[in-house]
Nanobody, 126 residues
């Protein structure tokens, strides 16, 4: 069983920064992928970024490329999402997720992720 706990959400002004954390426990993640998704009010949940735990390879949604950075700390079993140059459209509940069985074409797909955190709210005010 995998447990994922997000933290770091909050209220920030346009152009500001936030760093989200996802503390993972329950198993080792050497062959897994961890990712971030978000869901804005009235919209479907969408992919934000993912990191392959074994080699730190990353993939991003086009909407956040160049502004967000995903990373991980193996010793702490924690994943991060550094969010810079935030925009009102980034307002959403952000979810951490883990995929224990995956292939390269599935990293941006919800169905690939079998463990989810409870979510943390990010609000960007203009």
């Amino acid at each position: 069983q995998v447990q994922l706990v997000e933290s770091g959400g909050g209220l920030v002004q346009v152009g500001g920064s936030l760093r989200l954390s996802c503390a993972a426990s329950g198993r080792t993640f050497s062959n897994h992928v961890l990712g971030w998704f978000r869901q804005a009010p009235g919209k479907e949940r969408e992919f934000v970024a993912a990191i392959i735990w074994s080699d730190s390879s990353t993939v991003y949604a086009d909407s956040v490329k160049g502004r967000f950075t995903i990373s991980r700390d193996n010793a702490k079993n924690t994943m991060y999402l550094q969010m810079d140059s935030l925009k009102p459209k980034d307002t959403a509940v952000y979810y951490c997720a883990a995929a224990t069985s995956w292939y390269s074409g599935s990293l941006k797909r919800e169905y690939a992720y079998n463990y989810w955190g409870q979510g943390t709210q990010v609000t960007v005010s203009s």
